[in-house]
């Protein structure tokens, strides 16, 4: 009995059926993928059908959700079993199918990209003004909540808490200082309004936010927005409060409060990551052809200083001639403020080697199983001529 | 039988004779050198154009045509730019504008009769009112437009070129550029200089020696800036140009047209020999001509299929050639004229996936000898002209590439890849497509050419696959090199996968046996569907980064080709002679009595 199954799950694993219903499932995960893009946006669309293991409806009214799909990752997952199941199978180690054996290991490699980068692909900004020097990159999306040591003038000792430990709730202590933060609230979407009388009691008692009232919204879903995170925070030090605090990248004054003669400057930001290097935007480029407003060449100069590593130079990153440096890629994204400030992407992906080699390895594949199978045709036809 | 080989060979001569033909250069009209002035280049849209292709681009916008007849001649569109220009009372008196849409007609209060054209002097009275409606309608967005809001701004569109027109060389109501260039800086001479520069839609004056190339100015810049002596000559030369035209003196006119052509051959000759490239290009429209031949391609061989087949089969195939041997030198042409790769955009695209299924049908022809190839390739290479003749109304076809795509290395890799996998995949769609036709059709079917279609079929889905996958992997690996991202979920990357996709899910059908000949016959006319949609379909969607081929107007047509193949898969699903059935049942419950 206990065969019969483990037969036919193996039967089912290596069948060429199941890498044709994964194929069309796929199909439509792409096409639904692509038209949720109109709503969703790009995120949220491959969210919710390519990087998820089941697409999910909400039932209306009752709060449930039902898998309704397979997502994109459990298609993935199951069409590379059933490509290494059917290979193993078939093991037909053949000159005629060796073209099918490089495809279908380039394709695995295909599909081990896609998962090492939606898993550790690490993508941040760098929005730097003509004449700034810069040591760090700035997440798009998640934010840190910054405090800053402004006692010396000359230099601040800044410490981030990501928006993910103030997600959390509870205390939060930030290492080398004598601080620790009780986290009482956090919305990670929110329209901030002046408070009016009859709005509940703000959290707050201290700085802007005591005459802030916060409501919730939804996290956003669409890319060209961003979410305005709140968190209310209330810094303990030495056994002795500060009160409590709003913080958020909704609001421009920076906040502070001083422990034992030292001040401590608080802001919700963009979550930086700081270089061990920095660079200088010495001059942006934006060309048109005449007469047009088509663009013609987006450009920045930028001067690369490391000293750890005794290096100092001149770059120009321009569209597709991006700077690779330690690990980190810097593309060309976007500018504005009257063309003095420009934007770059800067991704850390480990795994971007892999899709290179699956494509020279499935394009060489395919090549030799047609000219294999061409051949075999062409030899067949000459047989037929002869018989004729 | 000698004769007979010939055939092909003369079929083919004719018909390349016929598109020679129009090389040939126009006498001169009336006396006027118009041929000369066509050639003069000017800069607009960011490139260095003869003028040829400004006044056929802008005629195209404006009447979706690049001639039109009236008053019993035919007015070419470098006579009504001159038209336009110098005699703007000649001009506005003619039927240029097309109008469509009732609603914008009873605006205009006309009613909606055979007649679509009409002259300046019809809309003059209205134009306020066309101005108002269509700022009304500018700040919506373009997808979200009603039906009237999008044709009262095309309309408003279409009446500000023809005013930037012009008032591109003079202002309309003035004394003319020989007064402006005299009078610089008499009273009101800054104003309408201004005006000038701000309303110039084309730059006609070369830059001076030891200039960039690209710094070409319009007349009322270079009226405004204070280095005149610069562009005195090509001022003087316009001026005169200008006024022997109004006055329709032919001698000064030709004096004045071969005066400018002198002074840009000796101080820009390789620019003067781009533009008579162009204008070569222009008159001998080859892809009009392809479409034509390939149509004639096609005739001869159904005609074949009546009586005559070896005769016209010959015939047929010899024009198809022909056909193609024009093809490729107006795609030829394109690449040396744009110093581009094939592919810049939806038109050349379009243009060179017909190219690419033609060039393969003959190969297919060759190796079969069946008709079968020349009439897939002939009806290819004729839908995509057409398609591609559409798509031109955009305006200027060689346009310049944005900052991101301005790559020659990956225009030539990633999208003519991609691109001869759209051909691929529609190749197999079309034999298909025979198939389904021949099935329901032909009065009899040898199996052996049953068995053969099948097997160019499946042998172009393979081909299909190898290109669309590597030009899809290739679009990722740019996309990488310029965004930091191998693969975004993109709209544009989506289709290109689902096409690889659906090919894979034919060829492997096919391996496990789960589809035979109607089935994997059936799959490639899906294809067809597959591909329209990722080659059209998801430029409509105008999200992601590749909307910048956003169209709006083919949504229709695109809905009636799908609806097509649909029509034409349950077709090649059911029985052959299915309609029959009904007659051919008491015929045979007779035969069952006997």
């Known amino acids: 009995m206990k065969t019969r199954i483990s037969r036919w799950i193996w039967d089912a694993l290596t069948s060429l059926k199941l890498t044709i219903v994964c194929l069309s499932a796929l199909m439509v995960l792409v096409v639904a993928c692509t038209l949720a893009q109109v709503n969703r946006g790009t995120l949220g669309a491959v969210n919710l059908y390519i990087r998820s293991f089941f697409v999910w409806w909400e039932v209306p009214g009752s709060g449930w959700s039902i898998a309704i799909f397979p997502g994109g990752a459990l298609v993935g997952l199951v069409l590379a079993a059933n490509l290494i199941a059917a290979q193993a199978k078939r093991i037909e180690m053949s000159w005629k199918k060796v073209g099918i054996w490089i495809v279908h290991v380039g394709l695995i490699l295909l599909f081990a990209g896609e998962f090492v980068t939606s898993a550790f692909q690490v993508e941040t900004r760098l929005a730097i003004e003509e004449g700034q020097t810069l040591n760090y990159v700035e997440s798009p999306r998640e934010l840190e909540l910054a405090v800053a040591d402004t006692t010396d003038p000359k230099k601040d000792e800044v410490y981030g808490i990501p928006e993910s430990l103030l997600a959390r709730g509870g205390p939060v202590n930030v290492a080398g200082t004598p601080l620790s933060f009780h986290v009482k609230g956090f919305l990670r979407n929110a329209e901030l309004s002046k408070l009016e009388p009859g709005d509940a009691p703000p959290l707050a008692n201290r700085g802007v936010g005591a005459a802030v009232s916060a409501r919730e919204l939804p996290p956003v879903t669409s890319d060209d927005e961003i979410n305005r995170t709140v968190a209310y925070v209330e810094p303990v030090a030495g056994g002795r409060s500060y009160g409590t605090w709003m913080v958020s990248n909704a609001l421009g004054a920076p906040q502070s409060f001083v422990h034992e003669g030292r001040t401590y400057v608080l802001a919700m930001r963009p979550r930086r990551q700081y270089l061990p290097y920095s660079l200088t935007l010495k001059k942006f480029r934006h060309d048109v052809y005449p007469g047009t407003d088509i663009p013609k060449n987006f450009s920045s100069l930028v001067h690369l200083n490391h000293p750890g590593r005794g290096e100092e130079r001149d770059v120009l990153i321009y569209m597709n001639q991006p700077l690779r440096y330690a690990g980190k890629a810097f593309y060309q994204a976007s500018f504005g403020k009257g063309d003095t400030l420009s934007v770059l992407q800067v991704v850390e992906n480990p795994g971007w080697l892999l899709p290179y080699i699956s494509c020279v390895l499935v394009t060489a594949g395919l090549l030799v199983h047609f000219a294999v199978s061409l051949h075999r045709s062409v030899k067949r036809r000459q047989a037929a001529t002869l018989e004729a | ?277 162009e204008i070569l290009f222009n008159r001998a429209q080859p892809f009009y001509a392809g479409m034509v031949i390939y149509i004639l391609a096609l005739l001869a061989l159904f005609a074949s299929w009546l009586g005559k087949p070896a005769l016209l089969q010959r015939a047929s195939f010899g024009l198809l050639v022909a056909g193609a041997i024009v093809h490729t030198a107006g795609l030829f042409s394109r690449m040396a004229l744009q110093d581009r790769p094939p592919v810049t955009n939806l038109y050349s695209s379009a243009i060179f996936v017909g190219w690419i299924a033609v060039i393969l049908g003959i190969v297919l022809e060759w190796m079969y000898r069946r008709g079968f190839g020349t009439a897939v390739a002939a009806a290819s290479g004729f839908a995509s002209l057409i398609v591609a003749h559409h798509l031109m109304g955009d305006g200027d076809t060689m346009e310049m590439m944005r900052a991101v795509l301005d790559s020659n290395f990956w225009l030539a890799t990633h999208v003519v890849t991609i691109t001869i996998g759209y051909s691929g995949t529609f190749l197999a769609g079309a034999i298909a497509i025979g198939y389904t036709f021949r099935r329901h059709l032909a009065t009899r079917l040898e199996p052996s050419t049953t068995k053969t279609l099948v097997s160019m079929t499946y042998g172009v889905v393979c081909f299909a696959l190898l290109f669309s996958f590597v030009g899809t992997v290739l679009g990722g690996i740019w996309a990488d090199q310029s965004w930091g991202r191998f693969w975004g979920w993109d709209p544009k990357e989506n289709g290109a996968l689902l096409i690889v996709l659906w090919n894979a899910i034919i060829l492997h059908a096919r391996w496990g046996g789960f589809v035979r000949e109607k089935g994997i016959m059936a799959m490639a006319i899906f294809g ?58 008491p015929e045979r419950r007779a035969s069952k009595a006997a």
């Open chain 2, 528 to 585: 067809n569907v597959i591909t329209s949609l990722s080659w059209f379909g998801v430029n409509m969607l105008g999200v992601g980064l590749h909307s910048y081929g956003f169209m709006d107007k083919a949504f229709w047509a695109l809905s009636a080709f799908i609806a097509s193949q649909l029509v034409l898969i349950g077709a090649c699903l059911l029985q052959p002679g299915f309609w029959r059935l009904r007659r051919a049942a």
């Open chain 2, 1 to 277: 039988m000698k004769v007979a080989k010939l055939i092909p060979w003369i079929a083919c001569g004719l018909a390349l004779a016929g598109a020679l033909v129009a090389l040939v250069p126009p006498g001169k009209p009336r006396g006027f050198d118009l041929n000369g002035f066509a050639s003069l280049p000017v800069l607009e849209g960011g490139r260095v154009k003869p003028i040829d292709s400004v006044a056929r681009n802008s005629l195209l916008m404006i009447r979706g045509q690049q001639g039109f007849r009236h008053a019993g001649y035919h007015v070419g569109a470098d006579q009504w730019l001159l038209d336009l220009m110098f005699r703007p009372r000649v001009a506005d008196s003619q039927p240029v504008f097309v109008i469509n849409d009732p609603d914008v007609l009873g605006l205009l209060g006309k009613q909606q009769t055979s007649d679509r054209y009409f002259p300046f002097t019809a809309l003059a009275p209205h134009l306020d009112e066309i101005q108002r409606q269509a700022q009304a309608a500018h700040p919506i967005d373009a997808k979200q437009r009603t039906r009237f809001q999008s044709a009262i701004v095309n309309l408003f569109d279409r009446v500000y070129l023809y005013y930037r027109l012009r008032n591109t060389i003079q202002l309309d109501g003035t004394p003319g550029l020989a007064a402006e260039v005299a009078g610089r800086s008499a009273a009101g001479a800054a104003e309408r200089q201004n005006i000038l520069a701000q309303l110039a839609y084309f730059r006609p004056l070369p830059p001076g020696a030891g200039k960039s190339p690209e710094a070409w100015r319009s007349v009322g810049e270079s009226l405004q800036s204070g280095d005149a002596g610069a562009d005195s000559a090509a001022l003087q030369g316009w001026a005169r140009l200008a006024a022997a035209y109004a006055a329709r003196d032919t001698a000064a006119f030709n004096g004045a047209v071969a005066g400018l052509r002198g002074m840009t051959s000796s101080t820009r000759p390789d620019v003067q020999r781009q533009a008579d490239h």
